[in-house]
């Protein structure tokens, strides 16, 4: 609960008696706030694969000890010295089919107040979102819909009453936007994309509608990932509010609340690494550049991500190198002949989420861009299914196709395929065996 220094010198029953008529007043000057929340919540795609659910867990601190005014220069409230807030955030995204996506999150924080004369802390659940996401195009273009609704889950009246920060603004925000990804590399070792959104946030309380937009240069390797780009909130302007007051009972003098018609642009960066095809580490920070009737402020944050359960096969067009082993007529029909000119490569490493796999075998042994190989999951003995003459092993052998895939990348002892089909819903492991069907 907040503690107003200059009361500290005031007996306990005079600071309970002025207590109540006090909040009463603040209730009466500053009916409503534009929170902390509003501003650090990203408009991002929540799009996951089919069959699979995606956990992001994530903390981040964001502190503030400036305004921008309504003419974009910084000013330093009276009194004021800092404001910061510790969120931790949980993610849940579950892809029900190849387009449609089910998400929500569960956050919750704890902000401080450092002033003057007014200091205090307060900690508790803040605005909870629910949303869909439906992918309209999923070619080498992908376009997203989104449709995003934040419930808060606090009391502001009772903060009020206890002269305690604002969690939150206490507004429900609606917000309908889409999303743009765009390959910038042709290169699938080392992809390269663009991605952009933009919404339009419809908000209670005569908030101030507003456009809540992204844009952003990612890079997603094999073992590292990272971003650089712009994020930020756009106000329409329909606060029907003359000006941004001084000050406000949830920060202090900050704009992090009791903004009027708030716009803010921020620079975000990110940098990750896999620790598997399905688990990743994040560390991110954003800092903001230019608003107006908002705070000028720093994010940082850690993220972990993990997917879970099985990828299923998804349509392709109709491409000899995407089509099921029926459609493609020589793979994996019964007994399936390989060519035993190509040496039979192992699984070195792969990346179920970005579908590539590094192989132990190169140029130097007959391999080339655009060739076609098959992924076997392995069995202990058994006959590995298909070469000329019905040869078998007695050693750990393939036990069927699970997947197909094409050569993107060679290099003299290794080469990278890109995987086109899933035959099986079966993560590919190290030690699983790539073969060339004959055609």
């Known amino acids: 609960m907040a503690i107003f220094k200059g009361m500290q010198r005031l007996s306990p029953n005079q600071r309970q008696n002025l207590k109540l008529p006090f909040a009463f007043l603040l209730l009466l000057a500053i009916p409503r706030t534009s929170g902390a929340e509003f501003y650090r919540r990203e408009w991002q795609s929540r799009h996951q694969p089919e069959r699979i659910l995606g956990l992001e867990a ?49 956050s919750w924080a704890r ?33 997203d819909l989104q ?21 939150g603004d206490g507004s429900t925000d609606i917000t309908a936007g889409g999303f743009l990804r765009l390959p910038l590399s042709s290169e699938a070792r080392y992809p390269v994309e663009l991605r952009s959104g933009a919404g339009f946030t ?45 000050a406000s009972l949830g920060t202090a003098g900050s704009y992090v609340t009791n903004a009027v018609n708030p716009s803010l642009a921020s620079i975000r960066g990110q940098v990750g690494y896999h620790v598997s095809g399905r688990a990743r580490l994040t560390f991110m920070g954003a800092k903001s550049i230019s608003g107006q009737n ?13 997917q879970l359960g099985k990828k299923t096969a998804s349509k392709h067009p109709e491409n000899p190198v ?31 989420r970005l579908n590539l796999v590094k192989i132990n075998k190169g140029s130097n042994d007959g391999l080339a861009v655009g060739q076609i190989f098959d992924i076997f999951s392995l069995k202990q003995g058994g006959t590995a299914g298909g070469e000329p003459g019905g040869q078998s092993s007695s050693r750990s052998s393939p036990e069927e196709a699970i997947a197909r895939g094409r050569v993107s990348s060679v290099k003299p002892e290794e080469a990278v395929l890109t995987i086109t089909e899933y035959f099986r819903e079966v993560w590919i492991e190290e030690g699983f065996v790539a073969r060339q069907p004959v055609q």
């Not at 409230?77 to 929500?104: E, I, M, W």
């Not at 902000?111 to 999923?138: C, K, M, P, W």
């Not at 000028?296 to 993990?306: D, E, M, N, R, S």
């Open 294 to 306: 908002a705070p000028q402020g720093f994010l940082f944050g850690l993220g972990f991500q993990l």
């Open 322 to 352: 995407k089509m099921t082993p029926m459609e493609y007529g020589h793979s994996n029909q019964g007994l399936v002949y390989y060519h035993s000119s190509v040496p039979e490569a192992r699984v070195l490493r792969a990346n179920d």
């Open 202 to 246: 419809s908000r209670t309380n005569n908030f101030s509608s507003a456009i809540p937009w992204t844009m952003d240069v990612r890079f997603n390797g094999d073992r590292f990932l990272g971003s650089a780009g712009l994020m930020g909130v756009y106000s329409l302007q329909t606060d029907p509010g003359i000006g941004s007051p001084a």
């Open 58 to 106: 994530q903390f981040t601190n964001y502190s503030t000890n400036q305004n921008y005014d309504a003419y974009g220069s910084t000013s330093l409230p009276p009194g004021f010295r800092n404001y910061s807030r510790q969120s931790a955030d949980l993610h849940v995204g579950a892809g029900l089919s190849q387009k449609f996506t089910l998400y929500g999150t569960v």
């Open 111 to 143: 902000v401080q107040v450092d002033h003057e004369l007014l200091a205090g802390s307060s900690f508790g659940f803040t605005d909870q979102t629910v949303g869909a996401n439906y992918r309209l195009i999923d070619k080498k273009i992908s376009l």
């Open 147 to 167: 449709l995003e609704v934040a419930i808060p889950a606090y009391n502001n009246s009772l903060s009020t009453l206890n002269l305690s920060p604002y969690v």
